[in-house]
């Protein structure tokens, strides 16, 4: 009696092996910049499309409904602090592996979340959701080889993802909006930078910048040159030594400070 196999059966043996050529190959081509950004942005794109998107269509929908205002996790998963901030930053080379507290902040901000600093059921909600991501990402792309093998050409290990963060450390963040906004932006803070970027954050009484106020004034440390996507965002405003932001512009992976007029496209912040 012969038994028929399918093409899927004959390629599995070898699959890791050609997944590990893949790999190498990949490794070598991301010392080109252009191929670099190409690959991180299609790493977000897979991760988004098979992972992610399906983790929050498989949940109830009172669950995905954060409040009456139309935002949803959805709507939290596209936002820039998520998905042009923390991810792209995540598969970076660096040392940095996001965990519940970083989900956490990213979500609440992207639906500006601190905007109603009394409704703690939707913070509730989003650090529970963050605790699921953290777990299913990891659980997933454990038996994801396409996803593995991305991981692995970055150098990221995925179960460093800490997904048992104690809650009550998470909570401290959202003790106020300071806590909530440092948080975030010293996630792009380079200790070794000499001149920081000043934030202009949103005051704890209303939505809106109150500059006289230093309680609502960070210094991130970062390298202008190099400033990584989801660090310019509306609602907030920015100053590099004297020189205020009047425009900033989205360069592959990167954000621009005050670009040349030659070089304004993609714009993501405007004065």
């Known amino acids: ?10 390629f599995r043996p070898i699959l890791p092996t050609v997944m590990k050529f893949i790999c190498h ?10 191929v670099r950004d190409k690959v991180r942005y299609y790493t977000v794109l897979y991760l988004f499309r098979y992972h992610i998107f399906p983790l929050i269509r498989r949940m109830d929908q009172e669950d995905i409904v954060l409040d009456s205002s139309g935002a949803t996790l959805f709507r939290a998963v596209e936002s820039a602090p998520f998905k042009d901030g923390l991810l792209p930053y995540f598969l970076r080379a660096n ?16 639906i500006k979340g601190y905007a109603h600093p009394q409704d703690n059921a939707v913070k509730e909600r989003l650090i529970d959701f963050a605790y699921t991501l953290a777990r299913q990402l990891k659980e997933r792309c454990r038996t994801d080889l396409i ?3 991305m991981f692995k050409i970055w150098g990221k290990n ?18 106020g909006k300071r806590s909530l906004f440092s948080h975030y932006f010293g996630l792009y803070a ?4 000499g001149t920081p970027i000043t934030v202009y954050c949103p ?8 500059y006289s106020d230093q309680n609502n004034v960070l210094t991130v440390p970062i390298d202008k040159y ?4 989801g660090f310019f965002l509306p609602g907030f405003d920015y100053r590099f030594g004297d020189r205020w932001l009047r425009r900033a512009v989205r360069d592959g992976v990167n954000e621009r400070f005050n670009p040349e007029l030659s070089e304004y496209r993609n714009p993501i912040w405007m004065a």
């Open 1 to 10: 009696m012969t038994v028929k196999t399918g093409y899927r059966d004959c």
């Open 25 to 34: 190959g990949l490794r070598l081509l991301l010392n080109l910049r252009c």
């Open 95 to 110: 040392d940095y592996v996001p965990d519940v507290k970083d989900f956490a902040a990213a979500f609440c901000i992207g």
């Open 147 to 149: 996803a593995a093998c």
């Open 158 to 175: 995925i179960d460093g993802i800490d997904s048992d963060t104690d809650r009550s450390a998470v909570l401290r963040i959202f003790a």
């Open 190 to 193: 380079v200790r070794t930078c």
């Open 203 to 210: 005051c704890e009484e209303g939505n809106y910048v109150e």
């Open 226 to 229: 190099d400033i990584p996507s």
